[in-house]
């Protein structure tokens, strides 16, 4: 049974399967899709099973970091991929995508970039938001660990979901102090590197609202 993690407007995203093999080498067949990977050289079968295997063991170091499908919500064509995860050889988090030729152009790597992560720094962390649910309808919020590069889930002071898909655009990070808005118009608030939150404010508009923390 295939393992969906989330859905945009128009993109299911799930986990990679042995079987998507022949979506996978398509993909990296296309000269003009590879050509900022390798100069547009195709990948060979060899590289793309070796890259499928590594891909899908990953998935048991970590359920919300690594590659998925990027399928078309409606006909389940193969769309290309996205992905969420360390960057080899820094603490940093990377957002990556790769997209079929003939969906460039589109705002689809816009739209599923966007979907899956808003990113702030705080001094020793990173803290992001996981959009799950049907129809990406609720976040969650975790912190990634620059000193031990260990993932945690944030739970303390806020609930387990949130009321609403938390926005790239209002979540900000000042020293160890924290605000994140949902869209559920809570306003949350951690002076404690995001280890405890405090609800300071309902019904915010995020039409009106911009964080920033002085």
């Known amino acids: 049974m295939k393992k969906y993690i989330l859905e945009t407007d128009r993109m299911a995203l799930r986990q990679f399967e042995s079987s998507d ?5 398509d993909l990296n067949s296309e000269p003009l899709v590879m050509t900022y990977i390798n100069g547009g050289k195709p990948s060979t079968k060899a590289e793309v099973q070796r890259n499928l295997e590594l891909t899908i063991n990953f998935y048991s170091q970590s359920e919300h970091l690594g590659l998925w499908v990027a399928e078309d919500k ?12 360390p960057l ?6 990377e957002i990556g995508y790769r997209l079929k030729k003939k969906h460039w152009g589109k705002g689809l790597a816009t739209e599923g970039a966007g979907a899956m992560v808003a990113v702030a720094h705080l001094k020793d962390e990173v803290l992001f938001s996981h959009e799950d649910g049907p129809f990406a309808t609720k976040s969650q919020i975790w912190r990634w ?9 944030v739970l303390d002071g806020l609930p387990q979901w949130l009321e609403g898909k938390v926005d790239t655009n209002f979540l900000a990070t000042k ?10 118009g809570n306003l949350w608030f951690s002076k404690s590197g995001s ?7 309902t019904q915010v508009s995020a039409n009106s609202a911009g964080l920033i923390i002085i």
Do not use: Y
């Open 21 to 25: 093999f022949d979506f996978l080498f």
């Open 74 to 85: 409606v006909t389940r064509e193969f769309l290309g991929w996205f992905s969420l995860k």
């Open 88 to 93: 080899r050889g820094t603490p940093e988090i």
């Open 145 to 153: 660990s620059l000193k031990t590069r260990h993932l945690t889930q």
């Open 175 to 184: 020293a160890d102090q924290c605000a994140v808005l949902d869209r559920g």
């Open 195 to 201: 280890k405890n939150w405090k609800r300071i404010a």
